[in-house]
């Protein structure tokens, strides 16, 4: 362990958080397809916030691991074209696959919406249940009324 690379340390830790959050995300897709089996079943139930809620998860955590992508892309000194997505050497100035021209500090860390914590628990901070009255309520919009 101690001769290890140190970037495979820092590059084993992201991948774990991509672990982490794809486990999440499964989570939260088992969860909507019960919350939707639930409201089949039984048509005065309107899960739609829960559901709703739970898909801006899976969105927020795909996109955190879009990002830990990127940042173990730079670690292995590469950098990905935003034109075609090749992956190209992080000193180069332009897509040896086509062309597009990098910014000009594309070179430097990719900029993240995640924090470096490779250990954190994303399922936590974001778990949906009924107390979750944020903005105002969507009530009447979608009632369901049995006539
Ligand atoms: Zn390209």
Redesign the pocket.
């Given at each position: 362990m101690a001769l290890f690379d140190p970037k495979a340390k820092i590059i084993s830790g992201y991948e774990r958080s991509i672990d982490d959050r794809t486990a999440s995300i499964r989570k939260y897709y088992d969860e909507i397809g019960k919350l939707y089996y639930d409201q089949y079943k039984d048509m005065n139930v309107d899960n739609t916030k829960d559901i709703n809620t739970r898909c801006e998860a899976i969105t927020r955590l795909s996109n955190e691991i879009e990002d830990y992508k990127l940042k173990i892309l730079f670690e292995r000194g590469l950098k990905k074209?935003p034109?075609?997505?090749?992956e190209?050497s992080l000193e180069y100035g332009f897509?040896f696959?086509?062309?597009?021209k990098f910014d000009e500090d594309s070179a430097n860390a990719p900029k993240t919406s995640v924090i470096d914590e490779p250990a954190s628990e994303p399922a936590k901070e974001e778990t949906p249940d009924e107390e979750q009255k944020s903005e105002e309520a969507p009530a009447e919009e979608e009632k369901k009324d049995e006539e």
């Open positions: 074209c034109n075609c997505g090749t190209n897509c696959k086509c062309g597009s």
